[in-house]
């Protein structure tokens, strides 16, 4: 998967729920994974191999 937060955003586009904390890269940094609920509350399980960017701070 190319853009695991793209995915993410589009999954919850569609109706679908983000999990709390998800995603987040690996702690061995092997990747990152996310967690969709779809509208039934079945869990999806995404996994990339790229680690998600570093976050940036809003400038002041």
């Known amino acids: 998967m190319a853009d695991l937060p793209g995915s993410c955003k589009k999954a919850a ?9 998800f995603p987040f890269n690996l702690t061995d940094g092997t990747g990152a994974i996310g967690l969709i ?6 869990p ?4 990339s191999k790229t680690p998600l960017p570093p976050a940036t701070s809003p400038a002041k």
């Open 13 to 21: 586009e569609l109706g679908g729920t983000i999990a709390p904390g």
């Open 37 to 42: 609920l779809d509208s039934s509350g079945h």
């Open 44 to 47: 999806i399980g995404l996994y």
